[in-house]
């Protein structure tokens, strides 16, 4: 009954930006921690950013100064500022995120994933 909805992806060129944006809905007691993650065919899946409900955040090295991630706690939103897009950031983004189903059950969560390609 939990679902993360992925919006934002799309066609860019190079050294433009795009903002990702998930959404978690349905029997939510809170949400921890939030990340995104990328995964391009015939590869693995890599962390690209995560954000801890204390909004602490860490992100992959190939992407550390042009990707900001944030989150809105009362929309249970998560967010990627995606700057200065290459087109080796080409991938499908999902959104993943920790969520409390009540004050002793935690599970994890994936979303759908949005795809994002940006062109030469």
């Known amino acids: 009954q939990v679902q993360l909805v992925e919006s934002g992806g799309g066609l860019v060129q190079a050294g433009g930006s795009l903002r990702l944006s998930c959404t978690a809905s349905?029997?939510?007691?809170?949400?921890?921690?939030m990340g995104w993650y990328r995964q391009a065919p015939g590869k693995q899946r890599e962390l690209v950013a995560t954000?801890?409900?204390?909004?602490?955040?860490n992100y992959a090295d190939s992407v550390k100064g042009r990707f900001t991630i944030s989150r809105d706690n009362a929309k249970n939103t998560v967010y990627l500022q995606m700057n200065s897009l290459k087109p080796e950031d080409t991938a499908v983004y999902y959104c993943?995120?920790?969520?409390?189903?009540?004050?002793?059950?935690?599970?994890?969560?994936w979303g759908q994933g949005t795809q994002v390609t940006v062109s030469s």
């Open positions: 993943n995120a920790d969520i409390y189903r009540s004050s002793w059950y935690r599970d994890n969560y």
């Open positions: 349905g029997s939510i007691f809170s949400v921890n921690a």
């Open positions: 954000i801890t409900s204390g909004r602490n955040t």
